[in-house]
């Protein structure tokens, strides 16, 4: 039986920094940011979004009322949800109209939570074939102003929708993964910014790959030449490349040509809205398969998802015949190209904001936010969705 993706799209708040004025602001050579970490804009999150609406706004788009009929589990993954108990997934099953035949779940494991989720739904899918599972993937990525990891913040959602017959790719059954106990990011229940070791994550991420890659040589016997493509979690667009280079070394050139130029094209939404925690690697994935139009049906893209912590998998899939015609690639770059910039000031001011957290009402307006769905206010501690 073929499990894989059936649909995929994804969301980014209207707002971004343009990360040359960034350095500039921060007193750093703007070519540190835009070469040497390798991000151009920078996703502003608006005070009407968070992990809920994001998400939301990703998966609207993308179902239609045959999947609602056929949808049975939602699984949301993200380390910036906005409830320590109920999981973000039940709100999103209700601001998209689902059944109440749902499982609605959340799963935690940093960046690597989607991937668990889709690991989850594949198995499940194969004893339930005519389900289908929802998987989001929403995160703001938060380091706090003027530190190191600030260059490396975003936001932005992915929603995936996973069935059997799957119309864009169809996810191989040969997998590695690996954990290992590592203090490299993390963030204890009572920050809203991540701690981080930001050399040492860097290393551990590279590890996992070596570690992760030469498993899969060794089991599949497979090796560069059998893939078209691979994408990497991309907590800003140089680290894949990092992880990646070292290995290129003895492959033929055409090989590493190939595999080294796809690798850029992987990162064209990134480099525009910054790491996305959880959904960087899908979105990764969808800035390679909405931007090469020399990738064909039958080829095979690799995907490293790492989660500090740590957890790490590579993992394959195979493109299907026709999947260029169920992309929604029009619509995601209409999306970024009519973002609205906001100065430095506009941003600092943004990420400052708070809700109340006495149990007090505010409440705002969707005039200012275009998305469709967004946080009108909160009350009495409970957040207030609204679908315009
Ligand atoms: P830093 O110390 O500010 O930067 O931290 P740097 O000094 O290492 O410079 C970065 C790059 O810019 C270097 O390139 C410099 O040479 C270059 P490299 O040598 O590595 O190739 N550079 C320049 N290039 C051109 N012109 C110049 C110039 N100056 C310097 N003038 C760091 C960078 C990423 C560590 C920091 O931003 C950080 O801590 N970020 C957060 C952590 C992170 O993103 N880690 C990535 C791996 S862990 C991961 O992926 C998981 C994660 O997504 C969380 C999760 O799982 O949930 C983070």
Excluded at 127 to 140: G, H, M, Q, W, Y
Excluded at 335 to 350: D, G, Q, S
Aim: proline share 3%.
């Amino acid at each position: 039986m073929k499990i894989g993706i059936d649909k995929i799209g994804f969301y980014a708040p209207h707002m971004y920094v343009d990360m040359v004025k960034l350095a500039e602001a921060r007193g750093d050579d703007p070519l540190k940011y835009t070469k040497g970490i390798g991000q151009d804009e920078m996703a502003v999150t608006p005070i009407t979004q968070d992990t809920v609406t994001m998400a939301a706004n990703a998966a609207h788009q993308l179902i239609d009322d045959k999947d609602r009929e056929q949808i049975d589990y939602v699984i949301f993954g993200t380390e910036t949800g906005i409830d320590h108990s109920k999981s973000a997934a039940i709100y999103v099953s209700r601001l998209l109209g689902l059944k109440k035949q749902v499982r609605a779940v959340e799963t935690k494991q940093a960046c690597y939570g989607t991937t668990a989720a889709i690991q989850l739904a594949k198995g499940y899918i194969a004893l339930n074939p005519e389900s289908k599972v929802l998987i989001l993937a929403s995160d703001i990525a938060r380091y706090g102003l003027a530190t190191p990891g600030e260059v490396t913040q975003g936001s932005g959602a992915v929603a995936i929708l996973l069935s059997q017959d799957p119309r864009i790719m169809t996810l191989e059954k040969e997998t590695t993964f690996q954990t290992e106990d590592s203090m490299d990011f993390w963030r204890p229940i009572y920050s809203d910014v991540a701690f981080v070791d930001g050399k040492y994550s860097n290393d551990r991420y590279i590890d996992f790959f070596a570690d992760l890659w030469g498993e899969y040589k060794e089991k599949t016997k497979r090796d560069f030449a059998d893939f078209a493509a691979l994408c990497f979690h991309l907590p800003y667009t140089r680290m894949g490349e990092k992880a990646l280079k070292p290995h290129l070394e003895n492959v033929a050139e055409s090989v590493a040509n190939q595999l080294t130029e796809r690798y850029k094209t992987s990162t064209t939404y990134n480099r525009l809205v910054g790491n996305i925690y959880t959904g960087s690697l899908y979105l990764s994935l969808l800035s390679l398969i909405e931007n090469d139009d020399n990738l064909a049906a039958g080829d095979r893209i690799g995907m490293f998802s790492y989660g500090s912590g740590s957890v790490g998998e590579f993992f394959t899939g195979i493109l299907e015949e026709g999947y260029q015609d169920h992309l929604n690639t029009a619509n995601h770059k209409a999306l970024l190209a009519n973002r609205k910039e906001v100065t430095i000031k506009e941003y600092e001011a943004e990420f400052l904001k708070e809700l109340p957290t006495d149990g007090s009402t505010v409440e705002y307006s969707g005039d200012n936010d275009p998305a469709d769905i967004y946080l009108a206010g909160i009350t009495e501690h409970m957040r207030q969705y609204k679908n315009k």
